[in-house]
Structure formats: structure tokens, C-alpha cells
């Protein structure tokens, strides 16, 4: 193995199975997920400053356990103290490692989204048992060799729907931009008012909003599609919160699924000054 694989391999955290609201899921180990992304602030300050923020659920989320720290060797007043572990679901260490907004954070984040899809792969398969270190070391590595390949390399706009009809040159102008759509900007595009599209969004599983702060998430099926994304923007007072956005693909599903006309669909993003402009 490469030196540079064997790096990739080693930064990265480990997952493991534990059963969070009566279901048994991956989770990964939030102390280090904090020392693999290098925060600046103690480990019991951001943990707690992170679920406060973004309203995350004990129970739901995460789950917390205590276990006894070992002692310091060679000291003769050291003892066992009890440390707080926090065990988060993928769906919240992602999120996490997004608004940390460093290069460690999406290469983690990446990492946990491949996580979720072997796992979804798994499921009509026998089951990848990740607390088995041959299986984990396995995924790692597979995960390693996939980000290298993947460097300096852009995400690809996922391919038309093979059961819809060719395209008209509307969507063939939409799947074929690159960046990001804010939710707005969709709606005007769908020729809907925002509050619409959202309802229609939430209704058919594309979105759910967080419990306690009523935020809209991309469901996850939908993510691992390239149909959504979420990016951190800056909230204020120096603090980050995740956005959804619509991708290209993404619009162009919208737009079949609801039987928009092709010729009714308005192109212009011209104002775009409070979101993140898509990019040509």
C-alpha cells in the first residue's frame, strides 16, 4: 500500500454499529471526528455548542454513554474518570463535518456518504458487518483509492432519466449547467411560488425539517442521488448554518415529476444576490 493510501486510510473515522430510537445504524464516535478535523475549541464545548446550535436530539441523533478513561501511566494519583461518549449517526457527523467549512470537513463528510451507500448496497445483500476490522479496513481502503481517483476532478451532473422522454431544449439548458439552485430560485424556475414547491417537497420525501428548529434537510436518498446538496453559508455572529440546494439534475426531476410543460419553464437566475449564484 502507498504511503499516501496508507494516510487516507488512517484519517479517517471509525464506524460502528449501535442501536439509536430502537434502530441498529453506523455511527462514528464524535471525540474523533473532533481530532480528526482539527477544531480549535475543547472537545466538550464544541459538541455541546454543536447540538445547541443545530438542534440536534439525543436519542435521535446521537446517543451518549459513559465509559471510564484509562489512567495516566506513571502517576501515582491518577485514576479512572468517567468520559461522555458520544455516538453520532451519519446523517448528523455529516452535517457536522460540513459546517466546520474545511477541506478535512468535506473529505469526512465524503467518506460518510460512502459509508451510507455500501450500506444501502448492503441491503439487498448479505450485510456488511463494519465492526468486523477485515470488512472496515476493506471499506477504508476502497474509500481511500476512490478519493485519490476523485481529485481535481468536478462532480459530474447525474445522467437524464431513462424512462422520461428526450429531453426539449429547456431541460436539456438545466441539466446541462453546473453548481447550485437555491429553493427560490427553483420555485421560479417551476414557475410555483416557493411555499408551494416546498409543501410539494415535503410531501413527496425530498425534504424533512428538523425537530426543535424546523430547518429544511435534504432526505438522504435524495442527497446520495445528486438531486439535492448542502453547503454551510454564514449565519451571523460568525457562525455557519447548512442550506439546501437544489443541483441540475435535481431541477430536472422536479420538472418531469410534476408534468411541467417544457416551454413554461423561466431560465433566468439574473437576481440571485442573497443565495449562492450557479455557476456556468
Known amino acids: 500500500m502507498s504511503s499516501h493510501l496508507t494516510a487516507q486510510v488512517a484519517s479517517l473515522p471509525a464506524i460502528k ?10 455511527t462514528s464516535d464524535a471525540r474523533e471526528l473532533h481530532g480528526l478535523l482539527k477544531v480549535g475549541r475543547d472537545f466538550t464545548t464544541w459538541i455541546k455548542g454543536r447540538i445547541a446550535q443545530y438542534g440536534f436530539v439525543e436519542g435521535v441523533d446521537y446517543v451518549v454513554t459513559g465509559n471510564l ?53 448492503a441491503a439487498s445483500q448479505p450485510a456488511l458487518d463494519l465492526s ?19 481529485e481535481g476532478r ?6 437524464a432519466l431513462a424512462t422520461a422522454a428526450p429531453k ?13 439552485i437555491l429553493l427560490s430560485d427553483a ?11 416546498i409543501a410539494w417537497m415535503l410531501e413527496h420525501r425530498w425534504l424533512f425539517r428538523r425537530r426543535g428548529t ?8 435524495k442527497l446520495n442521488a445528486g438531486l439535492l446538496d448542502e453547503c454551510p453559508v454564514p449565519a451571523g455572529d460568525g457562525r455557519t448554518e447548512v442550506q439546501v440546494y437544489v443541483t441540475p439534475a435535481g431541477l430536472t426531476r422536479l420538472s418531469v415529476a410534476m408534468g ?21
Open 17 to 26: 454499529k449501535r442501536h439509536v430510537a430502537g434502530t441498529l445504524v453506523q
Open 69 to 121: 478513561s484509562s489512567p495516566v501511566s506513571g502517576s501515582a494519583k491518577a485514576r479512572p474518570q468517567l468520559v461522555d461518549t458520544y455516538h453520532l449517526t451519519l446523517g448528523m457527523a455529516k452535517e457536522i463535518a460540513m459546517v466546520e467549512n474545511n477541506a478535512e470537513g468535506r473529505r469526512i463528510r465524503r467518506y460518510y456518504i460512502e459509508c451510507e451507500r455500501r450500506a444501502l448496497e
Open 132 to 150: 468486523d476490522p477485515h470488512a472496515l479496513r476493506a471499506l477504508l481502503l476502497a474509500h481511500a483509492e476512490r478519493e485519490i481517483a476523485l
Open 154 to 159: 468536478a462532480r459530474e451532473a447525474e445522467g
Open 168 to 180: 426539449a431544449e429547456a431541460l436539456d439548458r438545466i441539466a446541462d449547467t453546473t453548481g447550485l
Open 187 to 197: 420555485a421560479k424556475t417551476l414557475g410555483m411560488r416557493p411555499k408551494d414547491l
Open 214 to 221: 424546523g430547518r429544511l434537510v435534504g432526505m438522504q436518498e
Open 260 to 280: 411541467i410543460a417544457q416551454g413554461s419553464l423561466m431560465l433566468d437566475f439574473g437576481s440571485n444576490a442573497g443565495g449562492r449564484a450557479r455557476q456556468h
